[in-house]
């Protein structure tokens, strides 16, 4: 088992970009979370979600950004337009379902905003 | 409000000293608390949670209700226990709150 894979590793965007950020749970995994990591700083929760369904999105700025988990592929976390203050470490998680507290992490994506 | 306080930043011990990464807690309810890892250049990885009341790696954490904490402890620090450390919350299905993070440096 390969573990939770992210992709791209490091991701550059010039403001007013899009950025894409991939993330494919662990096999067997149905639940996937992304967090973000803001520099000197603990992870921030963004989203839940299931297969074509999300769970709970507290955390998720109101504009620009979004997530999905489509019943085939990765997780996409997308953010529109993108601005210096979006530069940070995503991460991704998954977990079984019914053992939501037992996260696998993924390595990050690292984005910067240039 | 939901929170987790970890207000060391960096803890450094030499090997074989006790250890005790500190961790706060606010939650009204009845939370799930763990210890997640991340040594140098691997994945955040779960090391321990309050309900299994079990130790990893020689690391425990006893709950304090009364006090809010859930403090990490290892009675002989090792150089490999060097790593961050990271509190976590867990009150509602799915969403893990967590602190800021402890580096734990050990020295020979």
């Known amino acids: 088992n390969a573990g939770v894979m992210q992709n791209p590793r490091h991701l550059v965007r010039r403001r007013g970009q899009e950025a894409r950020l991939r993330c494919s749970p662990m096999?067997?995994?149905?639940?996937v979370y992304w967090y973000r990591q803001l520099p000197e700083e603990g992870l921030k929760f963004m989203v839940y979600?299931?297969?074509?369904?999300?769970?709970?999105e507290s955390g998720m700025p109101k504009e620009r950004f979004s997530a999905e988990f489509p019943k085939e592929g990765p997780s996409i976390l997308r953010i529109q337009q993108v601005v210096r203050g979006d530069s940070a470490a995503y991460f991704c998680?998954?977990?079984?379902?019914?053992?939501?507290?037992?996260?696998?992490f993924g390595p990050g994506t690292r984005l910067t905003v240039t | 409000a939901q929170r987790v306080t970890q207000p060391e930043k960096l803890l450094s011990v030499f090997k074989g000293a006790p250890v005790e990464l500190k961790c706060n807690y606010s939650?009204?309810?009845?939370?799930?608390l763990f210890w997640y890892v991340q040594y140098s250049r691997q994945r955040l990885q779960l090391l321990l949670r309050?309900?299994s009341r079990e130790s990893i790696k020689g690391f425990t954490a006893d709950l304090n209700k009364g006090e809010t904490s859930f403090h990490l402890k290892k009675p002989f620090a090792q150089e490999e226990d060097s790593a961050m450390y990271y509190c976590a919350l867990s009150g509602r299905v799915g969403k893990l709150i967590f602190g800021q993070g402890t580096e734990l440096s050990v020295k020979p």
């Open positions: 309050h309900i």
């Open positions: 998680a998954s977990s079984p379902p019914a053992v939501s507290y037992e996260q696998y």
């Open positions: 096999k067997g995994h149905s639940h």
């Open positions: 979600l299931q297969k074509e369904n999300i769970i709970d």
């Open positions: 939650y009204s309810g009845s939370p799930e």
